[in-house]
């Protein structure tokens, strides 16, 4: 998305940049595979939520208009109950002692004189009181991102979480038919070969070398060498890969710039692929799973974006299992997640007994989401500071480090494009 976002901009200057990729397809965390069956699955659960029309009419006309626009439905399973989401909102159905429990709490903490907000922890105190927190985000934090919520920073958050009012709780606690809240209301998705298919129109605009590993860059000579054995110059460098793998490739790299990037926190996700021979297996396109003894976090459903993700009369699951270096490593294959995997959806009671599996698959994606904890800032500063200080341009979710969605890493690709181009004229002026 970055790369493509960059090239694009890059063409409305009339020039076409080289790209490298190390993988043998296009799309990094966004390509999409179709597997034994017939069945599509992209990298992890991808739709678009932008709201930027700008990006909503690329992405359209990337796929020549071919696209679904879905009203979204999302929902969370807890200890067997399945409320709506958020769950702030959609207490309704959950036992009476915990809606008590919470509402007390919640009531009980606007009531409190205002605490320092030091962490998410206190964050989440202080917007829902004690009970919630701890039986709902909490909970889903060490799930999602590996850590507690004591050791994450509030500068994530955005519109992420909502933030109720009395009277939403109460609402939401006594009706099953409270309103949706949620930052996202309608999403669009390709019509046809998945999510990679929005990048489609972008492929033309680079020089695109595929399985081109880069593994050294030396920024004096301002050449990179690829495990394949090329090495070749370059003039200007826009870089999308993640920051804990490019700056240990940079020839001449300080230890405490090196030490930096090692602090930076990412979750690792396993995402395991199921197809399953009907297509009524959820509501809902996405569930969040708090309970930790179920090995995953979310699930999605592939078919239910678009019909051409799976055979008809099928159907398709798609489960994030999260682990990260930092915080809580993952060691085996992938595939060891697969049956785990299976066995908690039969438990939850998503897969039924005599369902048949007609897919099942596995993929390591070693860097998933961004974990904002303590070190994070610190570290960021010192390694954006020195690829600034050598002239190398970061862009995109792991390049920038953030919470990136597609849209935001399109267009952090075009942002280091005008950062690279302003440089260059400055410098000719100054010549
Ligand atoms: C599980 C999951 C679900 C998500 N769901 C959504 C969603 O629903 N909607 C949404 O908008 N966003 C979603 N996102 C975010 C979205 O995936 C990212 O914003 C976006 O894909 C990041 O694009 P990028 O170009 O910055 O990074 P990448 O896609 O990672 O691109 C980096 C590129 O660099 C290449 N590369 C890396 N190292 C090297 C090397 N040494 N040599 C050569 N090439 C290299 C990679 O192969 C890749 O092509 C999700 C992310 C995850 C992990």
């Not at 694009?8 to 595979?33: C, Q, W």
């Not at 071919?66 to 769950?87: A, F, S």
């Not at 678009?306 to 085996?332: C, D, H, L």
Request: aromatic letters at 12%; glycine letters at 8%.
């Amino acid at each position: 998305m970055a790369g493509f976002g960059a090239a694009h901009r890059l063409h409305g200057e009339g020039i076409t940049p080289v790209m490298y990729d190390k993988n043998t397809y296009h799309g990094g965390h966004t390509a999409s595979f179709r597997y034994e069956g017939g069945f599509l699955f992209d990298i992890g659960p991808h739709i678009s939520y932008t709201k930027d029309p700008r990006i909503q009419n690329l992405f359209a006309d990337s796929v020549d208009q071919q696209y679904e626009t879905l009203q979204i439905y999302l929902d969370n399973y807890w200890r067997g109950h399945r409320p709506q989401h958020p769950v702030q909102l959609h207490l309704h159905g959950l036992p009476e002692d915990v809606i008590i429990k919470v509402i007390s709490g919640f009531v009980e903490d606007r009531q409190a004189a205002d605490k320092p907000i030091n962490n998410y922890a206190d964050w989440l105190l202080a917007s829902f009181g004690k009970a919630f927190a701890e039986l709902f985000p909490m909970q889903y934090t060490r799930k999602y991102h590996t850590t507690t919520a004591e050791n994450m920073t509030t500068d994530w958050l955005g519109p992420r979480v909502y933030r109720p009012n009395l009277e939403e709780v109460l609402q939401g606690a006594l009706s099953s038919s409270a309103p949706q809240k949620h930052y996202i209301t309608h999403f669009r998705y390709p019509s046809y070969g998945g999510f990679v298919s929005y990048l489609t129109k972008f492929v033309p605009l680079g020089n695109i070398h595929f399985n081109h590993q880069l593994c050294s860059i030396d920024p004096r000579a301002q050449s990179l060498t690829f495990t394949n054995g090329l090495v070749t110059g370059y003039d200007t460098l826009i870089s999308s890969v993640p920051l804990p793998t490019l700056m240990p490739m940079i020839q001449g790299v300080p230890q405490d710039v090196l030490d930096a990037s090692r602090r930076l926190a990412c979750s690792t996700c396993v995402v395991v692929n199921i197809g399953v021979n009907r297509q009524d297996l959820s509501k809902a396109h996405v569930t969040y799973f708090y309970d930790e003894d179920i090995c995953f976090t979310r699930l999605g459903y592939p078919h239910m974006l678009a019909a051409s993700n799976a055979p008809e009369g099928t159907g398709s699951i798609q489960a994030e299992v999260y682990f990260s270096r930092k915080y809580k490593p993952f060691t085996g294959t992938p595939e060891d997640c697969i049956d785990p995997v299976i066995a908690d959806l039969r438990r939850c009671g998503i897969l039924r007994d005599d369902d048949q599996i007609l897919c099942r698959k596995a993929m390591l994606l070693p860097y998933a989401n961004i974990i904002f904890d303590h070190d994070r800032a610190a570290a960021l500063e010192t390694v954006h500071g020195y690829l600034d200080d050598i002239g190398i341009d970061y862009c995109g979710r792991y390049g920038d480090w953030g919470y990136l969605w597609t849209d935001e890493s399109f267009k952090s690709g075009e942002s280091a494009v005008e950062r690279a181009l302003s440089r260059r004229r400055h410098t000719a002026t100054a010549v």
